[in-house]
């Protein structure tokens, strides 16, 4: 009941994951084992069955033989019996293997075509039924392993007085039913061969177009929207190729659109914010507005200058979509214009209660080539977020330092800091977390892109301590 439950539910169990060609694979050598060992089997115990009934056939004939030519033996006199019978017995020295013997009522050899059994006495089930009840039966060793056949010999008005038993070593038949079973390994071998080969390049065409799917899916997954893949077969994973081009070629058109759509209404919103912000400014000055009108013209003033950043960061963002996001890099001293801008945004942040700490190198710091004005919106922006993201502390530090290959420049704050799930994903496009402070979620997409221009890397991690570890590694200039 619970099977047909789990079954029509439609719910598998998640496993450790394999690919696909490995399960494959593994499914089809557990089922090459398994019928392997089943026709091994199969061979063995038909080979062993023919080979025995065989053997039987070809001691009865023997038998028979020997009784027709029994009568002859018998009719001797005594002093020619035993030379005689000897002779008779070896008759069937090379018969196929068989040895054939003469018993007496006692069931001790008389004669036999191997001379070491000669004066032995025989008590297996055969001899006993064969000398005791007169009957003609087959009986079978366990170590070693033979089987023979005894039949009574009647003389003197039906009196048993002697057998003949005729015994075959089973090694003979054992070496049949060996080379059977191993000519049915190399059969079933190159049959498994050949079969794991076609499974091979089967499984090839599921899994190369299935891997390349998976390839796409991941770059369109990061943004890479348009892309195609080739289709190869024109069965379900081709229609799962036609689907998943079909969904880039929408995610592109969709991004397109909206890309268009964000570039013209920032252009729509850089003028009224000049206008707005400019004649803020200039009401600043009209002395006779007082009070709150004037704390209101401030408000107006800050907002505007918020808008006509986050309009900036929606045209680099825009630029960075269709390709126009571009550098104009020269040699640059970073060391200066990071003092010159830790100098000016000291003031602003000691308004709101926030010493900015800054460590300088000890030497000096090696030149970089790199475009001043983005590298100083990429510091702006994470100054920026320090400030607002890391206000619980009272210090944001930041730090130069250089080694022959980078410069690095390095911001903390004292904050809460960024909960460890957020932490991969913070610099995505439109990412803003579980913050609830106000921001675009793209200014550092936008950092990042710029860093990744100059070859660089950003990285941003939470501090030992408390609060947010900004790393930006820039590369010397190689002399």
Same mark, same amino acid.
């Given at each position: 009941?619970?099977?047909?439950?789990?079954?029509? !539910?439609?719910?598998?169990?998640?496993?450790?994951?394999?690919?696909?060609? /490995?399960?494959?694979?593994?499914?089809?050598?557990?089922?090459?084992?398994?019928?392997?060992?089943?026709?091994?089997?199969?061979s063995a115990a038909v080979s062993s069955a023919k080979q025995e009934?065989?053997?039987?056939?070809?001691?009865?004939?023997?038998?028979?033989?020997?009784?027709?030519?029994?009568?002859?033996?018998?009719?001797?006199?005594?002093?020619?019996?035993?030379?005689?019978?000897?002779?008779?017995?070896?008759? +069937?020295?090379?018969?196929?293997?068989?040895?054939?013997?003469?018993? %007496?009522?006692?069931?001790?050899?008389? *004669?036999? #075509?191997?001379? #070491?059994?000669?004066?032995?006495?025989?008590?297996?089930? &055969?001899?006993?039924?064969?000398?005791?009840?007169?009957?003609?039966?087959?009986?079978?060793?366990?170590?070693?392993? +033979?089987?023979?056949?005894?039949?009574?010999?009647?003389?003197? %008005?039906?009196?048993?007085? !002697?057998?003949?038993?005729?015994?075959?070593?089973?090694?003979?038949?054992?070496?049949? =039913?060996?080379?059977?079973?191993?000519?049915?390994?190399?059969?079933?071998?190159?049959? #498994?061969?050949?079969?794991?080969?076609?499974?091979?390049?089967?499984?090839? /065409?599921?899994?190369?177009?299935?891997?390349?799917?998976?390839?796409?899916?991941?770059?369109?997954? %990061?943004?890479?929207?348009?892309?195609?893949?080739?289709?190869?077969?024109?069965?379900?994973?081709?229609?799962? /190729? &036609?689907?998943?081009?079909?969904?880039?070629?929408?995610?592109?058109?969709?991004?397109?659109?909206?890309?268009?759509?964000?570039?013209?209404?920032?252009?729509?919103?850089?003028?009224p914010l000049t206008a707005i912000t400019g004649w803020s400014e200039?009401?600043?000055? %009209?002395?006779?507005?007082?009070?709150?009108?004037?704390?209101?013209?401030?408000?107006?003033?800050?907002?505007?200058?918020?808008?006509?950043?986050?309009?900036?960061?929606?045209?680099?963002?825009?630029?960075?979509?269709?390709?126009?996001?571009?550098?104009?890099?020269?040699?640059?001293?970073?060391?200066?214009?990071?003092?010159?801008?830790?100098?000016?945004?000291?003031?602003?942040?000691?308004?709101?209660?926030?010493?900015?700490?800054?460590?300088?190198?000890?030497?000096? *710091?090696?030149?970089?080539?790199?475009?001043?004005?983005?590298?100083?919106?990429?510091?702006?922006?994470?100054?920026?977020?320090?400030?607002? +993201?890391?206000?619980?502390?009272?210090?944001?530090?930041?730090?130069? #330092?250089?080694? &022959? *290959?980078?410069?690095?420049?390095?911001?903390?704050?004292?904050?809460?800091?960024?909960?460890?799930?957020?932490?991969?994903?913070?610099?995505?496009?439109?990412?803003?977390?579980?913050?609830?402070?106000?921001?675009?979620?793209?200014?550092?997409?936008?950092?990042?892109?710029?860093?990744?221009?100059?070859?660089?890397?950003?990285?941003?991690?939470? *501090?030992?301590?408390?609060?947010?570890?900004?790393?930006?590694?820039?590369? =010397?200039?190689q002399e």
């Open positions: 009941m619970g099977i047909l439950t789990f079954l029509s !539910r439609g719910k598998w169990p998640v496993r450790k994951s394999r690919s696909l060609r /490995t399960r494959w694979l593994i499914g089809c050598i557990c089922g090459l084992l398994l019928g392997f060992i089943i026709a091994v089997s199969v009934k065989h053997l039987r056939a070809e001691m009865q004939d023997a038998l028979r033989l020997a009784d027709a030519a029994l009568p002859v033996l018998l009719a001797q006199p005594d002093e020619k019996y035993a030379s005689a019978a000897h002779r008779f017995v070896c008759r +069937y020295d090379d018969h196929n293997g068989l040895e054939l013997q003469l018993l %007496d009522a006692d069931g001790c050899v008389e *004669a036999s #075509s191997r001379e #070491s059994q000669i004066g032995r006495r025989i008590r297996t089930e &055969d001899v006993n039924a064969a000398l005791k009840d007169g009957e003609t039966q087959f009986a079978k060793g366990k170590d070693p392993r +033979y089987l023979s056949l005894c039949m009574p010999v009647s003389e003197q %008005d039906g009196e048993t007085l !002697r057998a003949l038993r005729v015994v075959s070593d089973l090694k003979i038949a054992s070496r049949q =039913v060996l080379r059977a079973i191993l000519i049915t390994a190399a059969i079933g071998g190159c049959i #498994s061969a050949l079969f794991l080969l076609g499974s091979l390049l089967y499984i090839r /065409t599921i899994s190369e177009p299935v891997a390349k799917l998976t390839d796409m899916a991941s770059r369109i997954a %990061d943004g890479s929207y348009g892309m195609q893949v080739k289709k190869t077969y024109d069965d379900e994973i081709g229609v799962l /190729t &036609d689907t998943v081009n079909t969904l880039s070629e929408t995610l592109s058109k969709t991004e397109k659109l909206q890309t268009e759509f964000i570039s013209s209404v920032s252009h729509e919103l850089r003028t200039t009401l600043m000055y %009209d002395e006779a507005i007082q009070g709150d009108s004037r704390r209101g013209i401030q408000i107006i003033s800050s907002e505007a200058n918020r808008l006509a950043k986050l309009v900036t960061e929606l045209l680099d963002f825009t630029r960075m979509q269709d390709g126009r996001f571009l550098l104009n890099v020269e040699s640059l001293n970073l060391a200066a214009e990071l003092e010159d801008l830790v100098f000016s945004y000291d003031g602003l942040l000691r308004q709101d209660g926030v010493e900015l700490r800054y460590t300088p190198c000890e030497e000096d *710091a090696p030149l970089i080539l790199g475009d001043p004005a983005r590298l100083k919106q990429v510091f702006l922006n994470i100054l920026d977020n320090a400030a607002k +993201y890391g206000r619980d502390g009272t210090y944001i530090d930041v730090g130069l #330092s250089f080694d &022959d *290959a980078y410069i690095t420049v390095t911001v903390r704050d004292y904050g809460s800091g960024i909960p460890e799930n957020e932490l991969p994903f913070v610099k995505q496009k439109f990412y803003k977390g579980s913050s609830k402070e106000r921001g675009s979620g793209i200014g550092l997409a936008v950092c990042e892109e710029i860093i990744v221009r100059h070859m660089g890397e950003l990285i941003i991690e939470n *501090a030992p301590e408390a609060g947010v570890l900004v790393t930006i590694k820039l590369p =010397v200039v």
